[in-house]
T-cell receptor
């Protein structure tokens, strides 16, 4: 079983739309949770950390449900520049475990 | 502040040859990590250095892979002899602290193709 499961997409949405990504993780001992963004042929970059209380950064909202081992990312008012692959990442033993990523394309 | 750098950006070699990848972490970052992404799969952890010591090498696929970090600065990852299934993108990352939730900064990766 994979450490982190994500729907690979692709998600094609119009500008201004709201889109939500989900992922699940298998190890209940996972300690930290993140969403990374990866542009085509570039390195992953941290988008935001995810906390049980939920957290928001501008148009981005992340949620963590430890009981269900479920993480979500909501993007409101999508911009063309949001087009990328979004990677769900969890840590345990100080190492990162990645999902395969969800590809988002925002269409004009 | 300069980011994580990796060299080369691309490498194309034949099966059975040797390739050495290099990673220069962000200055002052004691923690250095190697990851690999094989086509169509997720990014996977290979190993973790704290300074010059291997903290965790549980992700190394087999003994054809050798990582070093002499002096605790840059790191090299050697593949010898390379096999077809070694093709992929090799990422290096570094972080300052060894703490849960500490951000890892990634390099641009080395794209390795084994023919």
């Amino acid at each position: 079983r994979k450490e982190v499961e994500q729907d690979p997409g692709p998600f094609n949405v119009p500008e201004g739309a709201t889109v939500a990504f989900n992922c699940t993780y298998s190890n209940s001992a996972s300690q930290s949770f993140f969403w990374y963004r990866q542009d085509c042929r570039k390195e992953p970059k941290l988008l935001m950390s995810v906390y049980s209380s939920g957290n928001e950064d501008g148009r981005f909202t992340a949620q963590l449900n430890r009981a269900s081992q479920y993480i979500s990312l909501l993007i409101r008012d999508s911009k063309l520049s949001d087009s990328a692959t979004y990677l769900c990442v969890v840590t345990h033993a100080n190492n990162l475990f990645f999902g395969t990523g969800t590809r988002l394309t925002v269409i004009p | 502040e300069a980011g994580v750098t990796q060299f080369p950006s691309h490498s194309v070699i034949e099966k059975g040859q040797t390739v050495t990848l290099r990673c220069d972490p962000i200055s002052g970052h004691d923690n250095l990590y190697w990851y690999r992404r094989v086509m169509g799969k997720e990014i996977k952890f290979l190993l973790h250095f704290v300074k010059e010591s291997k903290q965790d090498e549980s992700g190394m696929p087999n003994n054809r892979f050798l990582a070093e970090r002499t002096g605790g600065t840059y790191s090299t990852l050697k593949v010898q002899p390379a096999e077809l299934e070694d093709s992929g993108v090799y990422f290096c990352a570094s972080s300052r602290y060894l703490a849960y939730g500490n951000e890892q900064f990634f390099g641009p990766g080395t794209r390795l193709t084994v023919l």
